[in-house]
């Protein structure tokens, strides 16, 4: 379809599986990125790459004349939860304050259509699982708390302004691109299946679980992990529909629906590993709740979303082709 669409944040880990899926739906993709945390590598050679920051107006004045710019997927923003609770000013700043001025640029260009990269942690430690999307929001962590903030924005101005929006809220996202062109890049990620995998390949000694005394069947924390092809596939049906449907907003969880404790990833790893990763118990990590699991209802109903990378299995074995990759490139 003829729809330009900027990509914030394309550079990223999500944002770059984004543009790929948008690039098979036919779309003709630009994307901007501070690289702060994603790598120029990351986005494909013939879209149209903008180095800066959302927040620089010129800058995004200048992208939507050119590309001409009819819808934004808005990924850009900081995602370190423990970073948030000791920087919460950096994390209003760079995800509340930066999306106000991506909004106001969109507003002023009368741009139509706004897709919005929110979080799990907007329900911050959930009573009930599965979580739905009118469940109570109570982030316990700025970070929560800053996505919160940017959703809020968007439906005030949605409903005063000629826009609509849709705000996707994450649950785990996990996995790699299935043809290995794009995958979770970088140093420092604390993320469970990429810590596991980089054992797996050797960048680490073990892994450590953290945790195994919460109220479980098996002690570890439960978690709805998803595959970002997946992930990037619901965002184009969620522009699909904006774009059909330009009176209506979505807000719905990204997620399978479907619990796995932390060991039962790890035995996944072990299967597609074909080897055990070595495994080290430690007490419980600040801020976990036991469990936290999407109802995804309102995704398939609404968007008609069928998630083909499911298999937990499957979802390791792209995070360790896409490990072993990395691990050629850097040692290359
Ligand atoms: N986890 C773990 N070891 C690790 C990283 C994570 O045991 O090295 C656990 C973590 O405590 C949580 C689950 O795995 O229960 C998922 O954590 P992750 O950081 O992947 O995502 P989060 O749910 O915090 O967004």
Request: aromatic share 6%.
């Amino acid at each position: 379809r003829d729809l330009p669409v900027l990509v914030t944040g394309g550079a990223g880990y999500i944002g770059s599986h984004a543009v790929l899926a948008l690039q098979a739906a036919g779309c003709p993709v630009a994307v901007v990125d501070d690289l702060s945390n994603g790598t120029r590598r990351a986005v494909p050679s013939d879209v149209p790459f903008y180095e800066g920051s959302i927040a620089d107006r010129q800058l995004l004045s200048r992208i939507f004349a050119e590309q001409g710019t009819r819808a934004i997927m808005h990924f850009a923003g900081s995602i370190v939860v423990p970073e948030s609770v000791e920087k919460p000013l950096l994390y209003y700043a760079n995800n509340t304050l930066a999306s106000h001025a991506l909004i106001s640029a969109a507003v002023d260009a009368g741009i139509p259509h706004i897709l919005f990269s929110s979080t799990a942690a907007v329900y911050g430690a959930p009573e009930r699982v599965p979580v739905e999307e009118d469940d109570p929001k109570r982030p316990i962590n700025p970070y929560g708390a800053s996505k919160l903030m940017t959703e809020g924005m968007l439906a005030d101005c949605a409903a005063a302004y000629s826009f609509n929006y849709g705000a996707l809220r994450y649950f785990n996202v996990s996995g790699a691109d299935p043809q290995g062109r794009s995958g979770q890049a970088g140093q420092g990620s604390t993320h469970l299946i990429k810590v596991a995998v980089e054992a797996a390949v050797g960048k680490r000694s073990h892994v450590d679980v953290f945790g195994d005394d919460y109220p479980t069947a098996d002690g570890t924390c439960v978690r709805d992990y998803i595959h970002v092809s997946d992930l990037a596939a619901a965002h184009v049906r969620a522009l699909e529909r904006l774009v059909a449907a330009p009176s209506e907003n979505l807000v719905m969880n990204c997620g399978y629906g479907r619990g796995l404790s932390v060991l039962e990833v790890l035995d996944a790893v072990d299967r597609v590993a074909g080897m055990p990763v070595a495994r080290r118990m430690q007490g419980r990590r600040p801020g976990d709740p036991p469990a936290l699991v999407a109802s995804n209802r309102r995704l398939v109903e609404t968007l008609d979303w069928q998630p083909q990378f499911a298999d937990i299995d499957t979802i390791v074995a792209h995070a360790l082709h896409w490990e072993r990759k990395l691990k050629d490139l850097t040692a290359a």
